[in-house]
């Protein structure tokens, strides 16, 4: 493991990543949301439109949902996800009430017509869905609706969560058409904050760890296998496999690339005959392997067919 790795996953820098994050949670919310009239999803969608209804400073709603979720988490959860989701909602929440003292709203991104707030919904989204991911990858989370899915799951792990925050969301969209005066407005920008939260988040999570699998089918496994070790460092498992229509039998390889190396992959396999491929995206891989005795390495699999 690199340097740079083992002091990104130090537990104080960890800490402090977190907290730096809270602080950018907030700036966001008082930047491109709370100016511009709209709600964004989950929780502080919610409390958003407490705020905005009741003039109640969204930060107190804010720690009323989330402390004495995040203190069940605690114990029936995980200690560590419960503690850093709670220092993220502490900090997020002192950052509301800092930032309006300080006078945020001089800087914030006041959009006077609906390309404007288009606009705004549109990097609200993109800058949360960026700050949701990292604080994912550093085992928290954003607090609410994610907290009360993994107590959820922990007792009933069958149990699909996604109507869960589909409801959420759903009641948050049809709330701020009444608290914001009847207007069509505000509930297609919480729509368009949320595909853009919902596909940022996804597409970094997946993007960062993807990868290619390809299941090879073959009557030439050794010269394939061969060149695969000697172009592209890259080795494969084989497994003996039967068609049914030739009732033949030949060897599948099934080696997990790059997507950058896909062409590269591909130019090889067209080298032989009785040969055909296919491939499936992955999103994670997990474990460890031993690549040309140079080591122990690490990578993190759910896999997405394409």
Same mark, same amino acid.
């Given at each position: 493991?690199?340097?740079?790795?083992?002091?990104?996953?130090?537990?104080?820098?960890?800490?402090i990543?977190?907290?730096?994050?809270g602080?950018?949670?907030?700036?966001?919310?008082?930047?491109f949301?709370f100016?511009n009239?709209?709600?964004?999803a989950?929780?502080m969608?919610?409390?958003?439109l407490?705020?905005?209804?009741?003039?109640?400073n969204?930060a107190?709603?804010?720690?009323?949902? +989330?402390?004495p979720?995040?203190t069940?988490?605690?114990?029936?959860i995980?200690?560590k996800f419960?503690?850093?989701?709670?220092?993220f909602?502490?900090?997020?929440s002192?950052?509301?009430?800092?930032?309006?003292?300080?006078?945020?709203? #001089?800087?914030?991104?006041v959009?006077g017509?609906t390309?404007?707030?288009?606009?705004?919904?549109?990097?609200?989204?993109?800058f +949360?869905?960026?700050?949701?991911?990292?604080?994912?990858? +550093?085992?928290?989370?954003t607090?609410g609706?994610?907290?009360?899915?993994?107590?959820?799951n922990?007792?009933?792990p069958?149990?699909?969560?996604?109507?869960?925050i589909?409801?959420?969301n759903?009641?948050v969209?049809?709330?701020s058409f009444?608290?914001? #005066?009847?207007s069509?407005?505000?509930?297609?920008?919480?729509i368009a904050?949320?595909?853009?939260f919902?596909?940022?988040?996804?597409a970094?999570?997946?993007?960062?760890?993807?990868a290619?699998k390809?299941?090879?089918?073959?009557?030439?496994?050794?010269?394939?296998?061969?060149?695969?070790?000697?172009?592209?460092?890259h080795?494969?498992?084989?497994?003996?496999?039967?068609?049914?229509?030739?009732?033949?039998?030949?060897?599948?390889?099934?080696?997990?690339?790059?997507?950058?190396?896909?062409?590269?992959?591909?130019r090889?396999?067209?080298?032989?005959?009785?040969t055909?491929?296919y491939?499936?995206?992955?999103?994670?891989?997990?474990?460890?392997f +031993?690549?040309?005795? #140079?080591?122990?390495? #690490?990578?993190?699999?759910?896999?997405?067919?394409?």
């Amino acid at each position: 493991m690199s340097f740079l790795r083992k002091f990104a996953r130090a537990t104080p820098v960890q800490y402090i990543f977190i907290v730096l994050l809270g602080i950018a949670y907030a700036t966001v919310n008082e930047i491109f949301v709370f100016q511009n009239q709209f709600a964004p999803a989950g929780i502080m969608g919610l409390a958003t439109l407490v705020q905005e209804a009741f003039h109640f400073n969204v930060a107190y709603l804010y720690l009323f949902v +989330n402390v004495p979720l995040l203190t069940v988490a605690f114990f029936v959860i995980k200690r560590k996800f419960a503690v850093r989701t709670l220092l993220f909602v502490l900090v997020s929440s002192s950052a509301f009430f800092v930032l309006r003292e300080i006078g945020i709203e #001089k800087i914030a991104f006041v959009a006077g017509d609906t390309g404007g707030k288009l606009l705004a919904a549109i990097a609200a989204g993109f800058f +949360n869905g960026m700050i949701y991911i990292m604080l994912v990858w +550093n085992d928290a989370c954003t607090g609410g609706t994610d907290v009360i899915a993994a107590l959820i799951n922990r007792k009933h792990p069958e149990t699909n969560v996604i109507w869960l925050i589909f409801s959420l969301n759903a009641a948050v969209v049809l709330l701020s058409f009444f608290v914001y #005066k009847n207007s069509y407005q505000p509930v297609l920008l919480c729509i368009a904050y949320i595909f853009v939260f919902s596909r940022v988040s996804d597409a970094v999570f997946k993007g960062s760890r993807s990868a290619v699998k390809f299941e090879v089918v073959t009557t030439h496994p050794e010269e394939i296998a061969q060149e695969l070790f000697a172009t592209m460092r890259h080795g494969c498992t084989a497994v003996q496999v039967r068609g049914e229509y030739t009732h033949t039998d030949r060897s599948m390889l099934i080696c997990v690339i790059n997507r950058r190396e896909v062409v590269e992959f591909e130019r090889i396999i067209r080298k032989y005959d009785d040969t055909f491929a296919y491939f499936s995206g992955v999103n994670r891989i997990v474990g460890s392997f +031993n690549r040309f005795g #140079k080591g122990t390495q #690490k990578a993190d699999g759910d896999s997405e067919e394409e």
